[in-house]
């Protein structure tokens, strides 16, 4: 880590400045006017670098609350060339052919899909806010991935309030201060099962009896600490949009298999910062929620991390210590159906080329920000033969709540792999029955 790691290993006063309620609150209407400004300046140049005496200058380009993050000596902050992010043939090729076929049901739902891009830039335009809001909900839900993802190994950091000298953990990635609360390991892995571009001589579906009412499968299991050791979970999608997701989970305190109910997709997961419905900034059931498109806006994200792994520094340890990009993208307002729910709303900042969340910042009952969530990509591969390496990768998440100053990291310890998946495969690993495997 260089220079850059010895400044902040002898370093941690930064720490003291930002202390629990140092920030003053952003309420919903300094975000809208935020969204709403037109910058007169250009946009950062490619190759410049900005630190802690010019980092205000990045405030048209990064949301509130998330420039709050970035006042402490030690910053810097180069900007990547804009690099555009292409499909791979099989989806474009599947966006072609079923171009125009794609429509909106009254409540929003998506009818006559088969694979590709939903709804082109053009249509979205053309449409009003409601409309454009729920046709860049199902892009970002049939953005091209492939079979889905797997991560072998990762963490999840629990950041608390307090300060504390850096490197805070070094090992995990955690090289500003902090204090580190807790750190569970696990795996993910997510398969889809319909809808997939490159298999047009199977329908476009994985040929399991699963497929004929489920959209994807999950599963989750914990490593470590031993007191959830061996937790796990098989969280599936189904085809039809107002079915609820089936989430069973293996808890071996009680020794047996439980279904969550739907309601719980809206609480903490595993006590973090994040909900079931967070994971990649928006993971829920489109028609769960009501969306609208707010306007577009050029943001600086990390689109293309420079790091083998997700990196963090700050006086918390969760800023990403890396290299960021400006990439277009829609605003897009989202409020759940629910009453009950703890969100009073959140706002998305989906990549218009790639359709994944960059970026989200979620209001408490009382319109003020109380969470900000950052994902990090990295790009695909330029290797244009290679199907499982055309996918863009997640390779981390940094989860904010302002309300209390703790913070979750979940990060790649592993790298994120797209693998090619047979149905036996499938059928194996996704089995609500491997949920007792073992045990």
Known sequence: ???????????????????????????????????????????????????????????????????????????????????????????TEATEKFSGQVSLGQDGRLENYTAGLPFSLETIKGNNPENAGYMIAWNNIHRWQYFGYKVEDLTMAYIGSESGPAPLSSEEGLIGGGKLDRLLNQSYHRVYLNNLAMLPDKNYKVDIKDSKTRFFKDYIEFFSPFNVKGTKFVVERMNDPTADDQVNTYLPTE?????????????????????????????????????????????????????????????????????????????????????????????LFIDKETFSVHFSLIFGQDNTLWKTMQTVHRAPSKNKTDIELSVPSWRGQINIDRYTNTATIVRGRSETIHPSMQPRTIKRIFNVSSLTEGQ
């Open 1 to 91: 880590m260089g220079r850059r790691f010895c400044l902040k290993l002898l370093s941690f006063v930064y720490a003291l400045s930002f202390t629990l309620g140092s920030w003053a609150t952003v309420d919903r209407d300094q975000v809208n006017s935020w969204i709403d400004e037109n910058p007169l300046l250009d946009p950062p140049a490619a190759g410049s670098t900005f630190t802690s005496k010019n980092v205000e200058s990045l405030q048209p380009w990064l949301p509130p609350g998330f420039i709050d993050e970035l006042d402490f000596p030690e910053l810097s902050i180069k900007i990547q060339d804009y690099a555009f992010q292409a499909n791979h043939p099989t989806y």
């Open 255 to 347: 020794r047996r298999v439980r279904r969550f109910s739907a309601k719980e997709r809206a609480d903490s997961f595993m006590g973090s910062e994040a909900t079931l419905d967070d994971f990649e900034g928006f993971s829920g059931r489109v028609l769960d929620y009501n969306w609208k498109l707010l306007g577009d806006k050029k943001i600086l994200s990390v689109a293309d991390t420079i790091q083998p792994k997700l990196t963090v520094y700050g006086p918390h340890s969760r800023v990403p210590d890396d290299e960021w990009q400006i990439r277009n993208c829609f605003v897009v307002e989202v409020t759940s159906d629910w009453e009950g729910h703890p969100y009073k709303s959140r706002i």
